[in-house]
């Protein structure tokens, strides 16, 4: 099943509740949340308190995504925030096996991410033992920009790497996601499809909604 994930980094906080359910009408399946610390990229968003009032509004999976340094002294706040899952940066993280096992122990699912330019072959040694494996298509830190349409091939990478190692993780692409580009990067391979401004910067944020999810499925 192909999933659909509208980042609330987009969305209008002053009406968080709301712009939530909207894009439950639509038929959103997860929620994520992009957290950035203005140094491992070059914004600043959000912590747990938002974390836990976007837990408050909906029943959906929370997809926390932290684009931060030393992530592991975050892990059991953001997780007790409400995240079901927790993804974090190969670029960013030293001992990336045990962080992904500390998530796990800490009841989420783990996940990690890699930047546009940073090659698929380095997660051969980890990415079955993660949940979920997230391209971004675009330079993390905003939202709002132009797809890298490489991230296509390194998608196509993942696949085959995920059937050498026999594994089951879920392959994420986050940025530039839009109905002129979901559905290729449907055809590669993605399982779940973080997208911002597509969804939150529409006139009908339900309907954005539930066209992105009729794009993957068609």
Same mark, same amino acid.
């Given at each position: 099943?192909?999933l659909i994930?509208?980042?609330i980094?987009?969305?209008?906080?002053t009406?968080?509740?709301?712009?939530i /359910?909207? *894009?439950? @009408?639509?038929?959103?399946?997860?929620?994520?949340?992009?957290?950035m610390?203005g140094?491992?990229?070059?914004?600043?968003?959000?912590?747990?308190?938002l974390? /836990?009032a976007?837990?408050?509004c909906?029943?959906?999976?929370?997809?926390?995504h932290?684009?931060?340094?030393?992530?592991?002294?975050?892990?059991?706040? $953001?997780?007790? &925030?409400?995240?079901?899952?927790?993804?974090v940066?190969?670029?960013a993280?030293?001992?990336?096996n045990?962080?992904?096992?500390r998530i796990?122990?800490?009841?989420a699912?783990?996940?990690?991410?890699?930047?546009?330019?940073?090659?698929v072959?380095?997660? !051969?040694?980890?990415?079955e033992?993660?949940?979920?494996i997230?391209?971004?298509? *675009?330079n993390?830190?905003?939202?709002?920009?132009?797809? @890298?349409?490489?991230s296509? !091939?390194?998608? /196509?990478?993942?696949? !085959?790497? /995920? =059937?050498?190692?026999?594994a089951?993780?879920?392959?994420?692409? =986050?940025g530039?996601?839009s109905k002129?580009?979901?559905?290729? &990067?449907?055809k &590669?391979?993605?399982? *779940?499809? *973080?997208?911002?401004?597509?969804? $939150?910067?529409?006139?009908?944020?339900?309907?954005?909604?539930?066209?992105?999810k $009729?794009?993957?499925?068609d």
């Open positions: 099943m192909k994930a509208p980042s980094l987009a969305a209008d906080f009406n968080l509740s709301q712009q /359910r909207n *894009v439950e @009408i639509g038929g959103a399946d997860w929620i994520h949340c992009d957290i610390d140094h491992f990229v070059p914004n600043i968003t959000f912590g747990p308190i974390v /836990r976007a837990k408050i909906t029943h959906l999976p929370l997809d926390v932290l684009m931060i340094e030393n992530a592991d002294d975050y892990l059991e706040e $953001f997780i007790k &925030a409400g995240a079901n899952y927790i993804t940066h190969q670029e993280v030293i001992h990336l045990r962080t992904v096992n796990k122990e800490l009841g699912k783990a996940g990690i991410c890699i930047n546009p330019s940073t090659p072959e380095t997660l !051969k040694y980890t990415a033992y993660a949940d979920l997230l391209i971004m298509s *675009v993390p830190g905003f939202g709002g920009q132009s797809f @890298i349409s490489n296509l !091939k390194k998608v /196509r990478e993942l696949v !085959k790497l /995920r =059937d050498e190692l026999k089951n993780f879920l392959i994420e692409i =986050d530039g996601m002129e580009t979901i559905g290729d &990067a449907a &590669a391979g993605v399982d *779940v499809f *973080v997208a911002g401004s597509a969804i $939150f910067n529409s006139d009908n944020i339900s309907a954005s909604t539930a066209e992105l $009729f794009l993957i499925h």
